[in-house]
């Protein structure tokens, strides 16, 4: 069913979004994972350095896995940037700066895709715009932006592994409680049902589409 009447019930119209969703999907999680990575080592923790994760090349950040479903379900996610929290200089505050670092850089990202969507919409010719090359770009720029946002909003969702629950765990100060750990061990079963009931899709459509539309009211 999902062949023939689901994504791919177009094969060469799914293969054409997905190349053109792949830029920014690789970009999004590049960065969001070097931000974790190069805000932990900055605050005193060089595991991610000596784990070779305090760098911009993708292949350090990609789970070949997680890309692969990413393509093939919609639904994936990078290689996480291992962190020891006791290296830091004030544990409770860094880890919530390290867990809010990859969230952040991705609505920077939004907001930069945007201003470059802006230049290219406005220092090319109507004519190029029009063409096929040219939607293909203004494409991949609008997908990075989207891209961008999806990524912050799903990784802010309070359900580990996510962003999100790590910074719940660190305002509200029971990251060493049993209710912490309890919640974590079902994280994935939690985060599955969550997806399987489209609660995910509700709340990302709800939040990216107003920020989306409000990056774009800004630059053009």
Not at 106 to 123: E, T, Y
Not at 175 to 204: A, D, P, Q, R, S
Request: charged share 10%; hydrophobic share 55%.
């Amino acid at each position: 069913m999902a062949i023939s009447g689901g994504r791919f019930a177009s094969p060469i119209g799914w293969l054409t979004s997905t190349l053109l969703l792949l830029p920014g999907i690789i970009i999004a999680l590049a960065f969001h994972e070097f931000a974790h990575a190069a805000a932990a080592y900055r605050l005193g923790d060089h595991t991610p350095k000596f784990q070779g994760r305090v760098t911009l090349n993708p292949a350090a950040h990609l789970d070949p896995i997680g890309l692969i479903c990413i393509i093939f379900i919609g639904f994936g996610w990078g290689k996480p940037v291992m962190v020891n929290p006791r290296n830091f200089r004030k544990p409770r505050r860094d880890d919530l700066l390290v867990s809010l670092a990859g969230v952040t850089t991705n609505l920077i990202l939004a907001f930069v895709f945007g201003f470059v969507l802006m230049l290219f919409a406005n220092l090319t010719s109507d004519a190029f715009l029009m063409s096929y090359t040219g939607n293909i770009i203004a494409e991949i720029i609008v997908n990075a932006i989207r891209i961008n946002l999806v990524l912050m909003v799903f990784n802010l969702l309070p359900v580990p592994p996510l962003d999100g629950f790590n910074v719940v765990s660190a305002i509200f100060n029971f990251k060493h409680t049993e209710l912490y750990y309890k919640i974590y061990e079902n994280g994935m079963i939690i985060l599955l049902v969550l997806i399987i009931f489209n609660v995910v899709n509700t709340i990302i459509r709800y939040t990216v589409y107003p920020l989306y539309y409000f990056i774009l009211s800004i630059f053009l």
